[in-house]
């Protein structure tokens, strides 16, 4: 095809990354339909529409004969990549008839601009450039562009930044999150998939096309080097074929070597970011067998240029942890920048040098590339298979059946092979049913279930202790083992075992149906989540509901205390609520004789705040609408007036530091937090929030009226100062040589005779997140306080990182404190997280609706 294909600085009106411009998603998205239209190396795919409803781009470059074919060659890729069943000899044709598969990704974090302004650039050299390296790429490689991986994100931050353009807060941070939901966690849902775009990505690399190699473009602070590329540090996380951990250092050099070679400086590898990562798609793609990587440029103020003084660059304050102690040549920093002006365009250029040294160490080694994503397979199934253990089995008895369910789809998601046992089998002296869920490890993924089923350890040694034994913080949380999260039950089989079996595709949702007609009403089980979202749906539409106040038995069956009770009117909302989330109704023969209570829909409340937004704040309303929980969010104005308690029931203050809330000593909270590493960003008056003495007065009046205050972890602390109550929490000032728990699930006691504990095992799964625990006062009120959940006296640790346990040890960590007429509420551990504990989901489903 030889029509004329327009550069992006024709099409665009200025160069890429050039001073005070940005392009919008809008406008990137017309490109590359140009680029479609008037070339024939290049597909533009539209997966569907964002979460807020902007085009979601997945871009195909290679040449027009791998195009014509790409069927074909994602039926090769899948075989290659999964070579269960293919002989031998078979392979090396597979590998001559295949092409290699680069994915690569920009911006996911919106703020972060440089990727999807240099994508642009990437795909026109490709298409335009008519050299022996670029033929040879679109030959052997099919690449596979997300230009922007987070479309709302992009539009938010160019019209914030043209809007501000020419004044003093130009280049300044958006005030609120830069994704409707998750805003910076957006990379952290690459294991649970809550949002669309975490949706789109899965299917493209998890069970669509199964690249070899992927990178992820990212931005990070303005102070240390100019670039990060590839490998990561130590520690590692286990269970990847060592071949993945071998390619990372291969990529990544060969990147380090093209920029040097084209004069960028300050290119650091091998530092600085830890091979054990959070599940985000750049760390979970090792698990993946996909060579998982992220370039981070040192950030500009979005299009303005930042002047950086040689005297203010610095590697990591002398800790040898990360490979980056001090800003000096060392083997893995050869060629420090010297300082000077740091402008966006310096970061698309030197990521376009890394993006494209990623498609031209691959279309040089294609044959290597393959052959080692097949050894990668067939390596890990037959460890699989030797190791233990040689299944994990997810049995149909659990607490929560259609939150397994939920497990299985999330497996199925990643492209994990799940597999339905079609009659009873037996193991180590155990039956499993029909209807048991298998996840045989003999399969490619045996490292990501591992990580997702199985128990995780953190490490705690050389790699993770700085020289005074100060543990260092993980990326993220120390572990991400979903079924813990989940509260869902997963045995692992040890012995080899037989038994008749089929491979699913989808899981079979627990049949929903309306059982019986009855003139009195309609009985369905608490233990469920989705229950709580069938009593919402019910209120919403007019029913009366009840929850039972002690067990309840309706023929063969028992309901525990907390289960819900329909009115008989409701019959036709019940077969459609029953079909939809596969819930049971059972019929009732007459009155309950037993305590109840009448459930009102809840008016609940939810402190947002600018500052950058909270990104609790978001994922709670993600989780509140997945539930049908109705909720406003309220600012500042409104709780500083008077009357809230004539507006709401129940008010949430999400995970988040007192003075981000109040607004108060915020230079001394960030001069703590970040020890000058970060200062207060200068926000537009308007964008400067905080409640203040005056709001905090409100929401202790609107306590003492009758409403429900819940603080989520860090944000106890405020109810504990500000609030009068009888309660401290014992790890205020203690350090982190004596207690340490980044992100880990620990074993926590339930009360579960108490309102707020319906539905819950007794014994559960917390995670635990820099959090508090408490401690109750002595008082001539201690009846005005109930400890709801607690720690156990010993080996609280199920998966990750925990020193000091005897810190917590039988101390509380969900507490509900009267006072006045209402009640406070202080949660200690994230019983929300990310839209990811569903196992303690009751926990604060039962808060809002008590």
């Known amino acids: 095809m030889s029509v004329?294909?327009?550069?992006?600085?024709?099409?665009f009106g200025f160069q890429m990354g050039s001073e005070g411009n940005i392009a919008r998603w809008d406008r990137i998205v017309e490109y590359f339909k140009v680029l479609a239209t008037r070339s024939d190396t290049i597909q533009v795919v539209d997966m569907g529409p964002s979460t807020e409803g902007h085009p979601f781009l997945l871009i195909i470059i290679s040449s027009p004969e791998n195009l014509a074919n790409l069927k074909q060659l994602k039926n090769v890729n899948a075989q290659i990549s999964d070579p269960r069943g293919v002989a031998e000899e078979e392979m090396a044709s597979l590998v001559a008839e295949g092409r290699v598969v680069i994915c690569q990704s920009m911006s996911l974090h919106a703020s972060e601009i440089g990727g999807t302004q240099m994508a642009p650039e990437l795909a026109y050299d490709l298409l335009t450039r008519r050299d022996e390296e670029t033929r040879r790429i679109l030959e052997n490689v099919v690449f596979l562009m997300i230009p922007c991986f987070n479309p709302d994100g992009q539009i938010m931050v160019t019209d914030w930044y043209t809007k501000w353009l020419g004044t003093e807060y130009e280049g300044g941070r958006l005030p609120w999150l830069y994704h409707k939901y998750a805003g910076h966690d957006n990379n952290r849902d690459a294991f649970m998939t809550?949002?669309?775009?975490?949706?789109?990505?899965?299917k493209i690399m998890f069970r669509e096309w199964h690249p070899q190699a992927y990178v992820d473009h990212h931005h990070m602070g303005s102070y240390g080097a100019r670039l990060y590329i590839p490998p990561y540090c130590e520690p590692i996380r286990p269970h990847a074929d060592p071949l993945i951990w071998r390619e990372l250092s291969w990529y990544g050099a060969h990147m380090a070597y093209k920029l040097e070679e084209a004069g960028k400086t300050g290119i650091l590898n091998n530092a600085q970011f830890a091979g054990w990562g959070h599940f985000g798609f750049h760390w979970i793609g090792n698990f993946h067998n996909i060579a998982s990587m992220l370039t981070e440029s040192a950030n500009a103020k979005l299009a303005t240029p930042l002047y950086i003084h040689s005297t203010q660059l610095t590697g990591q304050n002398g800790s040898t942890l990360r490979g980056f102690a001090q800003y000096k040549p060392q083997t893995n920093f050869p060629h420090p920048w010297n300082g000077?002006?740091?402008?966006?365009?310096?970061?698309?250029?030197?990521?376009?040098?890394?993006?494209?040294?990623?498609l031209d160490m691959a279309a040089r080694n294609k044959e290597t590339v393959l052959r080692n994503a097949y050894l990668k397979g067939k390596r890990q199934t037959e460890r699989g298979a030797e190791e233990t253990p040689k299944a994990y089995a997810i049995p149909p008895s659990q607490h929560d059946p259609l939150t397994a369910t939920k497990l299985v789809e999330q497996l199925l998601?990643?492209?994990?092979?799940?597999?339905?046992?079609?009659?009873?089998?037996?193991?180590?002296?155990?039956?499993?049913?029909?209807?048991?869920?298998?996840?045989?490890l003999a399969q490619p993924k045996r490292g990501l279930i591992k990580n997702l089923l199985g128990r995780t350890l953190y490490p705690d040694d050389a790699w993770s202790r700085e020289t005074d034994n100060t543990p260092r913080l993980p990326y993220d949380t120390a572990t991400d083992t979903i079924a813990e999260f989940m509260g869902v039950r997963v045995i692992p089989i040890e012995s080899r075992f037989k038994g008749e079996f089929e491979v699913i595709t989808k899981p079979e949702k627990p049949a929903g149906a309306v059982v019986g007609t009855s003139t009195t009403g309609y009985v369905f089980d608490g233990r469920l989540n989705d229950s709580f979202k069938a009593a919402n749906i019910l209120l919403s539409k007019g029913v009366t509901v009840k929850r039972i106040d002690e067990a309840l038995q309706v023929n063969e069956r028992w309901f525990p205390p907390g289960s819900f009770i329909a009115s008989s009117d409701a019959e036709n909302v019940l077969i459609e609520i029953a079909r939809e989330q596969g819930i049971a109704f059972y019929a009732l023969e007459k009155e309950v004789d037993i305590r109840v209570h009448e459930v009102k829909q809840p008016r609940i409340a939810m402190y947002q705040r600018f500052y950058g937004g909270n990104i609790d704040e978001g994922w709670t309303r993600l989780l509140l609408e997945q539930f049908s929980f109705p909720y406003t969010t309220v600012k500042d104005d409104e709780v500083k007036k008077d009357g809230l308690s004539e507006q709401y029931d129940v008010f949430i203050l999400p995970d988040d530091a007192a003075p981000l809330i109040t607004g108060e000593k915020l230079e001394e909270y960030y001069e703590k937090r970040f020890s000058g590493r970060r200062v207060l960003p200068k926000d537009p008056p308007e964008y400067r929030s905080g409640i203040g003495a005056e709001g905090v007065e409100n929401l202790n009046k609107f306590v003492e009226e009758g409403g429900t205050l819940i603080a989520f972890n860090e944000a106890c602390q405020l109810a504990l100062e500000r609030f009068g109550l009888r309660v401290k929490n014992v790890l205020k000032d203690v350090k982190s040589k004596e207690f340490f728990c980044p992100g880990s699930t620990l074993k926590a006691e339930i009360d579960t005779s108490h309102r707020l504990a319906f539905g819950m095992p007794e014994k559960a799964l917390v995670l635990f997140k820099t959090g508090p625990a408490f401690n109750i006062v002595p008082s001539e009120a201690n009846e005005d306080y109930e400890v709801i959940v607690t720690y156990p006296e010993r080996n609280l640790l199920e998966s990750g990182w925990l020193i000091g346990e005897e810190k917590i040890a039988k101390k509380a960590a969900m507490i509900a404190a009267k006072k006045g007429s209402g009640k406070i509420l202080l949660i200690g551990f994230r019983v929300q997280h990310r839209v990811q504990t569903h196992g303690t989901f009751k926990l604060l489903f039962n808060s809002l609706l008590n």
């Open 340 to 358: 000077g002006w740091w402008r966006l365009r310096d970061i698309v250029e030197q990521q376009k040098i890394a993006g494209w040294s990623l």
């Open 4 to 11: 004329r294909i327009p550069s992006p600085e024709e099409f």
């Open 194 to 202: 809550n949002l669309v775009e975490s949706q789109y990505m899965a």
């Open 413 to 440: 998601m990643q492209g994990i092979e799940v597999k339905r046992a079609l009659q009873q089998f037996t193991v180590d002296g155990l039956l499993y049913p029909q209807g048991t869920y298998v996840i045989f």
